[in-house]
């Protein structure tokens, strides 16, 4: 049904289809099924990693532009000034089992 998601400029990134419930653990992982190559304004990220846990996030180039270590519980990091990317954002969660939920709107 991915196919089937087209948003909108302005819609929030973070709707149902980009929201990892339940990590995987150890291997890059798509965030959600939105379209490719569609440019995205992101605001901030939230993540649930347990203590000494890891977060990465990479854009569709392979460019990593978010590290985290955990030091428990729910963590939101809001940016000062949005970031520009396109979709599809990957994520590398070293220890799974968690909630990721970047916080933006399609452009």
Do not use: C, H
């Not at 289809?17 to 569609?38: E, H, I, L």
């Not at 985290?68 to 000034?81: A, H, K, M, P």
Request: zero cysteines; hydrophobic letters at 35%; glycine letters at 12%.
């Amino acid at each position: 049904m991915s196919e089937l998601f087209a948003p909108s400029p302005g819609q929030p990134f973070n709707v149902e289809q980009n929201k990892v419930r339940n990590s995987v653990a150890t291997t890059w992982t798509a965030v959600g099924p939105g379209p490719v190559d569609r440019p995205i304004s992101v605001y901030g990220v939230q993540w649930d990693g347990a203590s000494g846990s890891s977060l990465q996030l990479r854009d569709r180039d392979g460019d990593i532009w978010y590290t985290r270590t955990s030091e428990g519980g729910t963590g939101i990091d809001l940016f000062i000034t949005p970031l520009p990317l396109y979709n599809v954002i990957e994520y590398f969660d070293s220890s799974g089992s968690n909630t990721i939920i970047i916080y933006g709107v399609y452009m």
